[in-house]
Structures are given as C-alpha cells and as structure tokens.
C-alpha cells in the first residue's frame, strides 16, 4: 500500500463539514481537542528565536508525513511539528507490517514514504489546513489565537551528497520560501471553497533542521552534514543522536539487567560503526562554534531508536533487525541526557548554552519531568500510536499545568527552577560561572552580589525576573539567567535519568502485556465496533460510516444469452448500523490497527477497501476496493474484476465487463429487473448479493463526512 496525499479541497470541506455534523474533525472528536492553556499559566518557550505556545508535538515519524497528521497534530494541542526526515532515497520498499505498539514501541520503516515532490507540497498544505483550522467557526477554545504560534521543524537524513542534491536541496529552498506552492494551492480552490483562498500563512515554512542521520553514519560525514545546513543554507541546526553513545555494555546493561528485556538483543555492530562519545563531544563543541558565528542556534536531540534483532512474529522473516522505541528507550536516552548535559560545557568561547529537544517514549507521565529538565521541543512518537491516538495528546499539558500549579509557577522557566527544589544550588553554579566569564572580560562583580542572589534564589518568577527584581545590574542579570536556567534544567535532567531507571513502569515486569483477542474473525460489515483502529491509525486511515441493516435473500443469476437461471445462495446479513472501513490512500499497512483490534485479521486487511479515485484502485492491482465516481455512483474492482452501480428511481444498476443488470430489493428479496449485455454473449454469473453489498457501501459513504465523501463539493456525496 503507497500513500495517496489528498487534494487541499478535500481536506478543507472536512474541516467545513465535520464539526457540525459529527462533532469531528479528521475523525478526532472535539471534546478530545486540546481547550487551549489554562488562565493565569504560560506554557509558551522560545524555540529557535521564536514564542511557540508549548514545547509538545509529534516526532518525526507516522504522525507528520501527510496534510491531515499536522491538522491533527495542531488540533491535539502540539505547537512543535518534527515533520518526518526526507532523504534523497525516496522510493525504498518498506516492509509490511512495518509498525507494532502494542507495550514498548518497535518498528521496521525509517524513512519518508512519500516521494520528494509530494512532500514538497504537503507541509505547505499542512500550513494551510492549520490556518484554516484557526478561523473556522469551531467550538470555543480550539482556535484561541493566543494559542496558535507553533513551528514545523524540518527533518533531514542521510548523507551529505544526498542532502547537497538539487532535489533535496530545492526542497529545502522550497521549506524556506514556500510562497508559490502555496499560492498555486490556494488558486487551485475550486468554487464550493472560496471562502478559503485568502488563508495567509507565512512564506517561510521552516527555520530549523533536525539531521537525523542513518545508524552507523561515521562522525566526519554527520559534521559535514551540519556545517552544510549553517554555512551554505544558513538554518538552524539539531543534530539527532542515538543511544549507542553510552556504549555496548551500558546500553546491554541497562535494558536487560536492570529492566529485565532479556528478550531484547542488542546488536553489537551498531555500536561499533555508530558516532563515539568522545567524536560526539568534539564535534558538538565545533559546531557550537560554527552556528555561534552564523548567528544561528545549534543544538542536539536525544534521541533515535535502537537497533535491536527482530524477535517479533508479527514482521516480515526478512526483517533481521527492528528498531526500539517507547518505554526502554526513554530510560536510555534520559542517561545519555544526563551525562551530555553534565559533560558539554554551558559556555564555550562565547556560544550560548546548548540547546537540547528530546524524543524517546515521552508519555503524560514524564512529560512534566522533560520540560523541567529544560528541553524543547518535547516530541512523542509511539505513545500517539495507542489507542485514543492523537488525543492522548492534551493530557500532557493538562498534567504539566497541574504540576505549575502545585509549585505556585506561572511560567516554563519559573516551573524549570521550581520543579525539584533546584534553584538555589543552581544559582550558586551559574554565579561561579558568570564571575569567571565576567573576569575574562574585564567586568567586576557588585559587591552585594551574594546578597543579591539569595535574594532572587527566594523569589517567584523567571530567572531574569528574579534577579531583576533583586536589584542585579541588567547586564549580570542578562548573563546569569540563561546560566541559571541550564544548570537548573540540568540537575532536574540528572533526577530524571535517576528515577527513570528505578521507575517499574519502564521495565519488562510492566511491559510484557499485549492487548487482548477475542478468537474471532473480522469480516467485511460487522465487528464488535470497538473503534480502536480509528484513533490508533496516524494517517486517519480508518473511518466509520452508517448504514441501513440488511438481512436479505440474494440469489446468484446465471445468464446464457437466452436465459436467466436463478439458484439460492447465501442470504445478505449486515447486523450493525455502525461500520468501519479503511481509505486505502491514507493507509501505508503499518498492521498499527491489526495490533490494537481485538479480532483476528487486521481492518485494514479485511475492511471495505475506499480509494480515492479510480487511478489509485489501479495502481494498488493486487487489492479489490471501491471508489466514488460521483455522487450515488460507486465503482470498484471484487475478485479482481471490475463493477458499478448506481442508484436510480427504481433500484440499482449494475455493471460489470461483461452485462448490465437492473434489480431492486423488495420483501427482503433482490429481484431482476432486466439486463442488457455488454460484451460477448458468454455463460456469464451475478451474485445479486453483490448488488447489496455495494448498494450499503454506496449509502453508507455518504452517511458520514468521510475522506471518500469529501471528495465532492455536492454535501450530499
């Protein structure tokens, strides 16, 4: 299955409709929106010299490839997009499944699906839909414009010569200056969505790079990469790490000896072609001085997966190796949090501290915890793919505002200072900091400076309120605070790592459960209509839509060319009004829906298959599925060959390659009407079931505000 973006038009006439008819937009109910931040609190954080409205958002990955995952990403409360890492290798053959969440978080896909020329046009689009979404007429508190600043963060991968090729290359030029993408979107609006053509939204689209580099990329070839992003491209810069800079036995160590993942086998020639740390801590120290003189920002992300040996059933046998996510990484990576935040000097040569984002099984439980230990953004992957998916996203920032206010903290500064108790020994670090800075440029401390300190260590608010307000000279307070806030969100990253890895609720013991199934089988109408597998699928693959229930006989015809000859066959039961299917445009087969549901065979296996338009059908020649010709009108392909119907005064007509046929269901009975042949006179058979079938599907797709539904600007369809 390859994924089909969607025409801007489509997108926005669910936003139009959905609201008001289902109270959904993209699926996502709106009671599950984020409301917005709580009066009297401000969760806002400078990021790359921007004010975003908070530090959570989705990490480059399932969640930010299509135009609808930012919409629902930016509906969920995430104000920091990491938009999912394009290379120049776009046309890899991804495994399939590719996805399984269903305790720690592994998965066999790494990289975009998309080729480079779509993604070029779907971040724009996002941009789009996210502005729409701020002035549509949805209910209160979902589009508060004092909420609304947010970022998308560019992903990049894998090597230098692939990121310098023009294709890539005018990618990032376009990321940069996206105004005649978006200006060709907005004209291309059809009628029924003028209203929408004058959406303004910012031509620079991004103003950071997260390198996410292959594992194994040697240290010259990531700083190279790096180098070419500030110097040439003159952009904002973060480089990814990866958890193999604590070393094999650590890393070993950890995961299996004080988590318990015995099961975990980690591989060890990972280790041995990954980045060292003492490569990593010079490098870093380089690029520091690199971005410094740019005048640009550079900082670090903590951090990838873990490759680790597939020992899961549910991947391909092809696949030797998976990469680890979710709860054993967090405890990984808040280490190596620790120990990088403790060994890379604050200052260096006069380059600001370093600025560090985090990734790595980030949950509502520890997503206070990260945004004390000073880090933005805060970004979660594979939390997002359980059930409630995009939803379970405001809870984060509910659970950080309730923790502000148990501390008296307004603000992510004062909560950073406050979390654990830290302000005090941390002001005392950066004071000794700031005078031996001071020293070497010739500026001499007041001589109440202690007092003063003590003072502002005591006082609520910022660390430049604080010692603004304790009566320090601008220019002390100016160089203090930012030390301030480093050694704080520093101590609190140490507290982190410590409890994370004393935690039980990382380990094994507590993640070895896997959901539930019931021992039957799904089947194209019907299930126990749990709806997991729509919020569990990032791409909103998975819809449902109402029909009509149907217990009906349906006879199979046999036409000869002189006469009909009716036989029984199995009645037509569809029990249930509530029905799912899966857009098959918006689904990549990542199995992500197969894990949560609790029948056997995976909606987007045994589901109605919709596509887009006709051509996707095509494309996907080993699937049979449906499509929307017009409203009223569905066409399809069912054992690999081809059908139609549409409704008319009557009843239905049906076509296939071979005769048309007319029928009705009356009594409980489909009944022929007359036919007509269409191509060679042959012994030819119709299952009158078939005409049933599509007939429900056909009325069930335009029963909700659906992705196949939208594609028409009649309401209707």
């Not at 990121?163 to 979107?185: C, G, H, N, W, Y």
């Not at 680890?324 to 990484?329: A, M, Y």
């Not at 409980?668 to 009407?673: D, P």
Request: glycine content about 8%; some cysteine.
């Amino acid at each position: 299955m390859e994924l089909v973006p969607q025409p801007l038009a489509t997108l926005l006439r669910r936003i139009d409709r959905e609201p008001t008819r289902a109270g959904t937009i993209f699926d996502l109910p709106l009671d599950k929106c984020w409301r917005g931040t709580p009066a009297g609190l401000d969760l806002s954080r400078r990021f790359h010299g921007e004010r975003l409205a908070n530090t959570v958002g989705p990490a480059a990955g399932p969640h930010t490839q299509l135009a609808q995952n930012l919409a629902l990403s930016y509906l969920a409360g995430a104000r920091i997009m990491e938009l999912k890492t394009v290379q120049i290798l776009d046309e890899l053959k991804i495994p399939r499944p590719c996805i399984d969440a269903t305790n720690v978080g592994y998965n066999v896909e790494w990289s975009q699906e998309l080729k480079i020329e779509q993604s070029t046009l779907e971040y724009p689009k996002g941009a789009l839909l996210i502005a729409a979404l701020q002035r549509a007429n949805l209910p209160r508190g979902l589009q508060a414009a004092e909420d609304g600043a947010y970022q998308l963060d560019l992903s990049l991968g894998y090597d230098l010569k692939g990121i310098q090729s023009e294709r890539v290359t005018t990618f990032v030029k376009t990321m940069l200056d996206a105004r005649p993408v978006l200006e060709q979107l907005l004209a291309e609006l059809p009628a029924d969505l003028a209203h929408y053509r004058d959406l303004s939204v910012p031509s620079r689209l991004i103003d950071c790079v997260t390198l996410s580099t292959f594992h194994g990329c040697p240290a010259h070839e990531i700083e190279s990469i790096a180098r070419y992003l500030l110097e040439e491209l003159g952009i904002h810069t973060v480089v990814k790490l990866n958890p193999t800079l604590l070393g094999f036995e650590t890393v070993q160590g950890i995961l299996q000896d004080q988590l318990g993942y015995r099961d975990v086998t980690v591989q060890a020639h990972a280790f041995e072609h990954d980045l060292k740390w003492n490569e990593a801590v010079a490098m870093i120290g380089r690029l520091r001085q690199v971005a410094h003189r740019r005048g640009l920002i550079f900082g670090v992300k903590l951090t990838n997966t873990l490759v680790v040996k597939n020992h899961k059933r549910f991947f391909p046998e092809t696949e030797k190796e998976m990469y680890l996510s979710g709860q054993p990484l967090h405890v990984l990576s808040t280490q190596l949090l620790a120990k990088l935040r403790r060994a890379l000097p604050i200052l260096d040569d006069g380059a600001p501290p370093l600025a560090y984002s985090f990734s790595a099984g980030i949950d509502q439980h520890n997503f206070s915890g990260a945004v004390a230990a000073d880090l933005c953004p805060v970004t979660t992957c594979t939390d997002l793919l359980r059930p409630g998916g995009y939803a379970r996203l405001p809870k984060y920032l509910e659970n950080l505002a309730s923790a502000m206010r148990k501390l008296g903290c307004n603000d992510l500064e004062a909560y950073t200072l406050e979390a654990h108790g830290q302000a005090s020994v941390a002001l005392e670090h950066a004071r000794a900091l700031a005078q031996a800075e001071a020293q070497r440029h010739g500026l001499s401390a007041p001589a109440d400076l202690q007092d003063k300190l003590q003072n502002a260590a005591g006082r609520p608010g910022s660390p430049q309120q604080r010692l603004v307000q304790a009566g320090l000279p601008n220019e002390w307070a100016d160089r203090l605070a930012p030390l301030w806030l480093h050694e704080a969100g520093t101590r609190n990253a140490e507290i982190l790592a410590q409890s994370a890895l004393k935690d039980p609720r990382y380990a094994q013991a507590k993640n070895d459960k896997v959901p539930k199934k019931i021992g039957s089988q799904l089947a194209l109408f019907d299930c126990v209509n749990c709806d997991k597998c729509v919020p569990v699928c990032p791409n909103d693959a998975n819809f449902s839509y109402q029909v009509q229930p149907v217990s009906a006989e349906a006879p199979r015809w046999r036409f000869d060319g002189q006469t009909i000859q009716e036989e029984a066959a199995p009645r037509v039961e569809i029990g249930a009004e509530h029905q799912l299917a899966t857009y098959v445009d918006f689904c990549n087969g990542c199995g992500n829906c197969d894990v949560f549901c609790p029948e056997d065979g995976g909606p987007y296996v045994m589901k109605p298959h919709w596509f887009g338009s006709r051509e996707s059908l095509r494309a996907e020649a080993h699937l049979d599925g449906f499509y929307l010709e017009a409203p009223g009108v569905i066409g399809g392909r069912v054992r690999g060959r081809p059908v139609h119907l549409e409704a008319f005064a009557e009843g239905w007509r049906y076509r296939d390659e071979v005769i048309e046929v007319e029928a009705r269901l009356t009594d409980g009975r489909v009944q022929h009407l007359r036919h007509r042949y269409l191509g060679p006179v042959i012994p030819h058979q119709v299952e009158s079931g078939l005409l049933v079938v599509l007939a429900t599907l056909l009325q069930g797709i335009g029963s909700t505000v659906n992705p196949v539904s939208a594609g028409f600007a009649d309401p209707s369809g």
